[in-house]
């Protein structure tokens, strides 16, 4: 028996496909949703916990990358350093969760870090280095 939490990145193609019912029915997987995310013009995010017989999550696993789905292990926590952070919104359009909010009157970006995915997309793009990884 394995138990994994894991993010899929689905493209857009196969944004309202029955994957996960797929999982459950074919590969006789268990999942918890943590976290979803669908943009529809540019596909989607889930955040599982996924568990089963390890042969058949293999298996499940081959079938998500075999369509298409790019998966990726959540073994790690995204933070940021508030001293580091000058609020230049750099990350705010391109989160793909919606975790970074802009304060309208103070021009403050803010960091909900319960909607963040750890996709990992704003540590690369943080002109600052504010974005830090801990795992
Ligand atoms: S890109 Fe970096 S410095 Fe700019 S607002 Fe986001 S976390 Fe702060
Ligand atoms: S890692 Fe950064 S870009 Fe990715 S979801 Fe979390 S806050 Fe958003």
Known sequence: MITKRIVLHFPHRL?????????????????NILKAYIAPEKGGLL?????????NYEQGIQYLKRIGVKVQALSQDII??????SHCSVCVPICPAGAFLVEPLTREVHFDDSKCIA???CVKACPLRAMEVRF
């Open 119 to 121: 996709c990992g997309v």
């Open 80 to 85: 940021r350093n508030d001293r580091r952070c």
């Open 15 to 31: 944004a309202d496909q029955p994957i996960v019912y797929k999982l459950v029915k074919d590969y006789d997987l268990e999942f």
């Open 47 to 55: 955040v599982l916990e996924l568990s089963g017989e390890d042969k």
